[in-house]
């Protein structure tokens, strides 16, 4: 099962512990990689939430809403995919 969250204004420390209490270990969003003053580091990594709770995060690095999945989006996903 994956989370997914595509938009929000915020991100709850405890989102990782209510996803495996639904047994959700996985978690996509694509807001943050559009953050102009702070870019954040990865595009793959482990959530812990305030309680310890991990679930593998991804941030899909085409930064975009609408990706077609065409050949230029997937080359572009792949030399911008910070956790490489």
Not at 6 to 35: A, C, E
Not at 67 to 73: I, K, M, P, Y
Not at 74 to 82: A, D, G, I, N, V
């Amino acid at each position: 099962k994956v989370f997914w969250l595509p938009d929000t204004f915020g991100y709850s420390g405890q989102l990782p512990q209510i996803m495996k209490g639904f047994n959700i270990n996985y978690f996509v969003s694509q807001k943050l990689s559009w953050n102009l003053m702070n870019k954040f580091p990865h595009s793959t990594f482990q959530w812990e939430g305030v309680d310890g709770t991990q679930v593998l995060s991804h941030f899909p690095p085409a930064n975009t809403y609408s990706s077609a999945a065409n050949v230029e989006e997937l080359l572009r996903s792949c030399t911008y995919h910070k956790s490489k």
